[in-house]
């Protein structure tokens, strides 16, 4: 069974620093992708950012990047320029291409410092 | 254009009784998914429904089902509630069965008593 794990519970991050969630996840699948989520305290899951297994390339999206190594099975989400809104819990997740069965992760509950 | 929508925000039921959560999906969306997030845990699929049908479960008990209306939004209905029911239900829904475009709604946070 897919596994997806977030080691670190908690992290903060000074206002306009980088910090960088971990993810590693477990799978027998060759193609896949991943997705980070982000869980304001509005509950509303919101899509930061994904990534195909077979593309080579690392995903951007404007602040947000990330790690990703199919042979490590990690992905970690990187944040430049961390602002106040961006504390939330933040989410890895998993899914086989053809359905929505989504494995996630514990979450990382970020804190933005002033 | 409307996101995903879920009715009731919150819902408090007795043990034993039973409860139906509301999902209306992203316009031009087909595909719905529901997921229960315990009190600080990752959320977990219950199921997928397509075309009417259900196409995918996950490990929950059958007190957990659900339905797709020809409008595409659904219904999920738990029966006998058990206090480790409470949690939030989330909806999330696609166009086709690939997850690649999945957009969640804002959850129905359930309290059992």
Redesign the interface.
């Known amino acids: 069974a897919q596994t ?1 794990t977030q080691s670190q519970p908690e992290m903060s991050v000074q206002e306009a620093e980088t910090v960088t969630l971990s993810c590693t996840y477990d799978t027998s699948e060759s193609d896949y ?1 991943l997705f980070w ?1 982000k869980q304001p305290p ?6 930061v950012i ?1 990534q ?1 297994a077979y593309k080579q390339q690392n995903a951007t999206e404007n602040r947000f990047s990330v790690n990703f190594q199919k042979a490590a099975k990690s992905f970690s989400l990187k944040i430049s320029d961390s602002q106040l809104g961006d504390a939330a819990m933040y ?1 890895c ?1 998993y ?13 990382t509950r970020l804190s933005v410092l002033p | 254009d409307a996101g995903v929508t879920q009715s009731p925000t919150h819902l408090i039921k007795t043990r034993g009784q039973q409860v139906t959560l509301r999902c209306s999906p992203k316009s031009g969306h087909d595909t719905v998914s529901w997921y229960q997030q315990a009190l600080g845990q990752g959320p977990q699929f219950i199921f997928q429904y397509y075309e009417e049908e259900e196409r995918q479960r996950g490990n929950f008990p059958d007190r957990f089902s659900g339905h797709q209306f020809p409008n595409y939004s659904s219904e999920l209905n738990v029966n006998a509630l058990l206090l480790g029911d409470s949690a939030l239900y989330l909806c999330a829904s696609s166009f086709g069965t690939s997850p690649y475009e999945q957009y969640f709604g804002p959850g129905t946070r359930l309290t059992v008593t």
């Open positions: 997806v992708y989520y509005s509950r509303q899951m919101i899509l994904r195909e989410f997740a899914s086989v291409v053809y359905g929505q069965n989504f494995v996630f992760g514990p979450g």
